[in-house]
Nanobody
Framework: VQLQASGGGSVQAGGSLNLSCVAL????????MGWYRQAPGKQRELVAA???????RYADSVKDRFTISRDNAKNTVYLQMDSLKPEDTAVYYC???????????????WGRGTQVTVSS
């Protein structure tokens, strides 16, 4: 199973980007897909992801600016990012909990990440 993220780039503050991440491989089911980010010199942090109860948890810093969505038929998760700020600059990673057919078990996967750079 691989997670392929795309959509990153360089934008000015106030701009928008839409990230996407598709899960490919021997996939039977995906229980959760989410987004995390890591800025230089900082730990990886949650951006948006579903909770065990099914709600969506957003980082306080992105609430009302970022929106996560998912297309189950395409095994794809999106992150619409609006009103971007320089402090949003980071490598963005997608994450998925996948039931792998050939393994007959659940596994946790990370994508390679896509760079988002916001200039002031």
């Amino acid at each position: 199973v691989q997670l392929q993220a795309s959509g990153g780039g360089s934008v000015q503050a106030g701009g928008s980007l839409n990230l996407s991440c598709v899960a490919l491989g021997s996939i039977v089911s995906i229980s959760a897909m989410g987004w995390y980010r890591q800025a230089p010199g900082k730990q990886r942090e949650l951006v948006a992801a579903p909770t065990n109860g099914g709600d969506i948890r957003y980082a306080d810093s992105v609430k009302d600016r970022f929106t996560i969505s998912r297309d189950n038929a395409k095994n794809t998760v999106y992150l619409q990012m609006d009103s971007l700020k320089p402090e949003d600059t980071a490598v963005y990673y997608c994450n998925a909990q996948v039931y792998v057919g050939v393994l007959r078990d659940w596994r946790n996967y990370w994508g390679r990440g896509t760079q988002v750079t916001v200039s002031s």
